[in-house]
């Protein structure tokens, strides 16, 4: 130290390099010579200057400590008195803060009786006046001076542009690279994650049971009588009992209570960061972090008030106010969706938090939160006592933006961008006299305190800026920079020219404006527009396609669509979204799993940007979202609506398979019959079913809450004219005579094969009407099972799907949604359940319009319909009626009743036979077995395949929207540079999409481990009093074979050699428990092995499946025998990745499977 001293006491003669730090600091100026830059220039440099005066008034400081044997006792007599405003993380963390001339001490003393030797204060002052400032020849003078002129450079010279901004709303940042679109989904998925933290682990309670807040009546200093609701509760719901009070104590739990407080952290993170960003422009990290939701005893004063509805953050920071003593007011109010957060958690949470942490402070003796912490908003963690930093919070919001937005935004990199974004939405400067003054220079670069002469626009810019802690003149010339931008310029300026330009255009007769979604629909010739979508010039729309856009594009209110299956129905939204997707949305509401899976990705495939629907990454950025009929009355998504609607990028909402709207049951999926709600959104409204029956139209119109006049209909005949209809009606062996016995028969057995083997290489689906009967085709035909209740249905219609010529056995749960082009044969096992639900399944046949056939086998002599199906009603009654006539025969051809049910008359005509019409319908068409009897000796299945002619429309061309060259480059060219992107946009958005999963996985994990970490899940679902214990101390009967699992496999595991992604004792990822680092501790060896055995073995109640199942379909996917403990114990030892074991892997799996049963 004394040797530092001396390096700063070198008196200067002749020359600054006589002084050896001068020297050392001209060193630190070399850079990088491989780069170009052989010196650090002015935006580098002088923050190592600041470094090393920081440092150096450090050592000062220090120094006449250890000088003055009294100072311990000044320091410990000041230290309860110190509550200023700027207690915290120090602003002079922040190299770029400007100093003033002069040292000052970092603390104030009272006055102390003079002692000899000379006090901590007088030394101070001695070895600053000595050489800490201008006028003694020091190093810290000429430091002083160069940083100066180094700021005084740096704030002058324009810095390097890393922002650009491409198409509609994109942007690009140096590597990152997002819509405006998905940046707002960003921002509402995350606030709806703390909603939803704070809801379910901080409230514990159901939304509606959270008491309103009254913004109407509510000002400032309000008075809730009700300062206790937390506590009240606790005394009163079981649940929380079950979580906070020790069942056979009756005293507060203490591990209840640490898992609290994790719970109110995670949330105070994400509440930090949805309030900076959504508070207007950034503030500066320590000016964050000092908010105070009350005054302190010592003078400190509030920063959270609430004004007209509104919560608004009031800070009086500034990066300047070392320099000049002036801390600006700013204030910053967050939405109505942010402030109530903050509400609840002010007058809810935290009184409940301020009571447990007395008593955790009085029964572990843990020491007493200071008031200057416990009155800021984000001050020192309850429980842990881990401190608010700026580096926390740049954490939180890389890990954040990661999950949601793809991207790790730093504070400082978001920074930058929230400047830009401003800028480019909110202060386009004019052009003209307001922005200049007479002698040409601008009125804010060189007068921004003359805030009386700004016009409205500049006062806008002003006050942005002034939020952003930076003059105007600053943030033109440092911040948010465009590539574009020109060195000595500023983005005033530019935009200035940018206007002239633009109106110049304008005159000359030249828009280069951006078109309204609804406009640029409505005027663009949509047969151009879907040759250029798929890539082929002669492409033409087919059927009722080309009417139905028209309707589409005529803003018909209601638009119902009836279409045979592979029709074409889909493109009916495709390409309205195609055309529109630079700035508009179309919902597509889809009742089936399989259904969404297949739109989507045929979408993704014609280079349309969609995604499914999630509550936690709200899709602002996409052209087309998919939603269940149960999350489209959500909340959330009603949410996301109205400010679709709000954005005006709402087009249209369209519901396929809208026929299953005249569901009658009240069990199944009620949602379905309410989906004519959507009318109160007021837009487009398109239908699209390929099973109408004429009939029931006034049922549909009825749910749609519409009458016919409302209606633009499209129909055309949906009969399959390259299926072969047929029925097989074999006579059994006596002793396969019975309803569940006959599938056994060796007669039927062999039909079945051998319909198989005559449909290769096509595929072929074998359709039973319940489960029993599916399973048993299945082992008949060694294939997979697929039924409604089943955990693998996706990975098993995806690997039907890869197969060549695949065979799978499925319940009616397969009907709908599957676009799968070469299926050859449709096999029912006894009666269809009716024959609109016939219709459906047969249609999945040759959807690539090669022959294919659709056979019942209904055996002679079985004539009843079988027990189990329902004939409650006289419409179930009815249909079940026509599907015994149909198998009967009684029409002399089966097209004639399945198309008079189905379509009734179509122009005119009415079905008399097959093959009787001219063209598509006529001469091409396949023979039912009644008007071709012989077929079993005729007939046989054609082989292989052909491309469709240019003429028809395939939906399952990838594509991508128009270029601005279109008319100028063939299509066929401009296809192909489409698919060349999208192959590579495709490979990103992977790759970001896997990262973005990791990192939700581990939020999940880790809430899963504060939540169930020595806390026993199968006596929570017993609801038994004492559930503070882990599995070894369980009473439950399934507790000894979860016991036995947990040590066969925890016990003996051996995870893959190299493999480090995950704390080897407990299983957990790294990055959440410490056990993996040296002399770390394992916090969660009694969470996941236990948890993943609770799953798997407890018994249900009430139902016929649960984990056990689950647990064994998802073995027998990965080749792995569940009894066979050894090979899970290799499986879950594996690496998912390089964060993730298989077992973590796994457990979130199975634990978002319970979640999905309200577990």
């Known amino acids: 130290m004394d040797f530092v001293i001396e390096l700063l006491n070198q008196e200067i003669q002749s020359s600054e390099y006589e002084c050896a730090l001068v020297c050392a600091l001209a060193v630190l100026g070399v850079g990088d010579h491989e780069g170009g830059r052989p010196w650090k220039d002015p935006n580098s440099y002088p923050p190592i200057l600041s470094s090393v005066i920081k440092i150096s008034r450090f050592v000062i400081v220090h120094k006449a400590y250890l000088l003055d044997p009294n100072a311990r006792e000044l320091f410990q007599g000041t230290q309860n008195r110190l509550d200023g405003e700027w207690m915290g993380p120090s602003p002079m963390e922040d190299p770029g803060y400007i100093f003033g001339d002069e040292g000052s001490p970092l603390v104030a003393f009272t006055p102390q009786t003079r002692q000899e030797p000379k006090t ?3 030394w101070i002052r001695i070895m600053t006046n000595k050489f800490m400032v201008h006028g003694t020849a020091s190093p810290m003078e000429w430091m002083l001076d160069l940083r100066r002129y180094g700021l005084k450079v740096h704030y ?28 707002r989904g960003f921002i509402h998925g995350l606030t709806a994650s703390a909603r939803q933290l704070m809801v379910d682990h901080v409230l514990m309670c159901r939304p509606d049971q959270i008491p309103v807040i009254p913004w109407d009546r509510m000002a400032d200093d309000f008075n809730q009588p009700k300062a206790g609701w937390m506590s009240d509760r606790v005394r009163t719901e079981r649940p929380l009992q079950q979580l906070f009070i020790h069942a056979d104590e009756g005293r507060f739990s203490i591990d209840g209570i640490k898992r609290f407080f994790g719970f109110v952290a995670d949330f105070k993170e994400k509440l930090a ?13 320590p000016e964050l972090l000092s908010i105070r939701h009350r005054n302190t005893a010592a003078g400190g004063q509030r920063n959270v008030f609430i004004e007209d509805g509104l919560v608004a953050l009031v800070t009086r920071y500034h990066k300047g106010f070392y320099a000049s003593g002036d801390a600006k007011v700013i204030h910053r109010y967050v939405p109505r969706e942010v402030g109530e957060l903050i509400v609840w958690y002010l007058w809810l949470v935290l009184p409940f938090i301020e009571q447990l942490q007395a008593y955790d402070q009085q029964i572990c003796q843990s020491p007493a939160i200071p008031d200057t912490q416990a009155s800021k908003l984000w001050g020192i963690d309850a429980g842990t006592g881990r401190e608010w930093t700026s580096v926390r919070l740049k954490e939180a919001l890389v890990r954040e933006s990661k999950m ?20 480019r939405y909110f202060s386009n400067a004019k052009p003209f006299p307001h922005n200049v003054r007479e002698d040409g220079t601008e009125v804010m670069a060189d007068d921004e305190e003359n805030e009386d002469a700004m016009d409205d626009e500049q006062w806008i810019r002003h006050v942005a800026d002034l939020q952003a802690a930076h003059t105007t003149h600053v943030a033109e010339m440092v911040y948010g920079r465009m590539m574009s931008q020109q060195q000595g310029t500023t983005a005033g300026r530019q935009a200035g020219f940018r206007t002239s330009s633009v109106h110049w255009h304008d005159l000359l007769g030249f828009d280069i404006k951006d078109i309204p979604s609804s406009v640029l629909v409505e005027t663009t010739n949509m047969t151009e527009a879907l040759q250029r979508m798929t890539g082929q010039p002669a492409m033409q729309f087919r059927g009722v396609q080309g009417a139905a856009i028209q309707s589409i594009q005529g803003g018909h209110s209601r638009v119902v669509v009836v279409m045979p299956t592979g029709g074409g129905k889909s493109m009916l939204f495709m390409l309205p979204a195609w055309v529109a997707q ?15 899976a297949d739109l989507q990705q045929r979408c993704q495939a014609a280079g349309i940007p969609c995604v499914e629907w999630d509550s936690n990454r709200h899709p602002d950025h996409a052209a087309i979202v998919f939603v269940t009929p149960e999350s489209v009355f959500t909340d959330g998504f009603q949410s996301f609506l109205n400010r679709q609607r709000e954005l005006m990028r709402l087009d249209r909402i369209v519901i396929d398979e809208c026929h299953m709207m005249l569901n009658e049951s009240e069990k199944f999926r009620p949602r379905l019959q309410q989906l004519g709600r959507l009318h109160q959104c007021g837009v487009q409204i398109v239908f699209l079913t390929a099973t109408l029956p004429p009939c029931e139209e006034s049922r549909l119109f009825k749910r ?14 949906t009969s399959r004219h390259n299926v072969a209809y047929r029925v097989y009606r074999p006579v059994i062996a006596s002793r396969y005579r019975s309803q569940t016995q006959w599938l056994e028969d060796p007669g039927v057995r062999h039909f079945i094969h051998e319909r198989v083997r005559r449909a290769r290489p096509g595929r072929v689906i074998v359709y039973g009407s319940n489960k ?19 955990d693998e249905k996706l990975g098993i219609l995806e690997q039907f799907r890869s197969a060549s010529n695949g065979v799978i056995a499925a319940t009616s749960a397969l009907g709908m949604g599957v676009d799968i082009p070469n299926i050859r044969c449709i096999i029912h096992i006894g009666f269809p359940r009716s024959l609109l639900d016939y219709a459906q399944e047969s249609g999945r046949a040759g959807r690539d319009r090669l022959p294919s056939e659709a056979i019942i086998i209904q055996p002679e002599g079985f004539d009843e319909v079988p027990a189990w199906f329902d004939q409650n009603t006289d419409r179930e ?7 015994r006539q149909y198998i009967a025969g009684e029409h002399q051809c089966r097209r004639v009743l399945l198309d008079r049910y189905l379509d009734g008359d179509i122009d005119g005509y009415t079905r008399q036979r097959c093959g009787d019409q001219d063209g598509p319908f006529g001469v091409d068409e396949q023979w039912c077995d009644q008007c071709h009897p012989d077929w079993e000796a005729a007939e046989s299945v054609i082989e292989g395949s052909h491309e469709d002619s240019d003429a028809e429309m395939r939906e399952d061309e990838p594509s991508s929207p128009r270029s601005p060259s279109a008319h100028e480059v063939p299509i066929e060219a401009q296809h192909r540079y489409r698919q060349q992107q999208m192959v590579q946009t495709a490979i990103s958005e992977r790759v970001q999409t896997f990262k973005a999963q990791q990192l939700s996985d581990e939020e999940f994990l880790a809430q899963e481990a504060r939540q169930w970490n020595h806390r026993c899940w199968l006596c929570v679902q017993a609801q038994r009093d004492n559930v503070q214990h882990d599995l070894w101390n369980c009473p439950a009967d399934e507790s000894g074979e979860c016991r036995r699992w947990v040590r066969a496999i925890r016990d003996s595991m051996q995870y893959a050699a190299g493999g480090f992604y995950c704390c080897y004792s407990c299983g957990m990822p790294q990055s959440i428990c410490p056990g993996w680092e040296a002399g770390g501790q394992c916090e969660y060896r009694q969470f996941l092995y236990p948890m993943m055995a609770m799953l798997i073995h407890w018994q249900w109640p009430d139902r016929r499946q649960g984990g056990y199942e689950w647990w064994c379909q998802r073995m027998q996917s990965a080749s792995v025998r569940v009894t066979d403990l050894d090979a899970v114990r290799e499986y879950l030892a594996q690496s998912v990745d390089t964060r993730h074991s298989r077992l973590a892997h796994e457990y979130v799996w199975l634990r978002r499977m319970y979640h999905e049963y309200g577990f």
């Open 156 to 183: 002058n010279t324009p810095s390097d542009g890393h922002i650009s901004w491409e198409g509609h709303d994109q942007l690009s940042y140096k590597a990152m690279r997002f819509t405006m679109g998905a940046f």
């Open 404 to 423: 949601r937005l793809h991207h790790g935004l730093t504070l400082a990199a978001y920074r930058d961008i929230a400047i830009a974004i401003s800028r």
């Open 772 to 790: 029993s009967i599916v399973t048993q085709a299945a082992e008949i035909l060694g294939c997979a099972a697929f039924y409604s209740n089943q």
């Open 877 to 883: 009654q009815a249909g079940l009626e026509l599907v």
């Open 273 to 285: 960061v949805v309030s900076h960003i959504t508070s207007g422009q950034p503030a500066r990290g």
């Open 120 to 122: 901590f204060r007088e």
């Open 582 to 596: 630079r700035g508009g949305l179309t919902v597509v509401v889809v009742p089936l799993t399989a259904l969404r």
């Open 704 to 717: 749609m809450q519409v009458t016919r006049e409302d209606i633009s209909i499209h129909r055309e005949r």
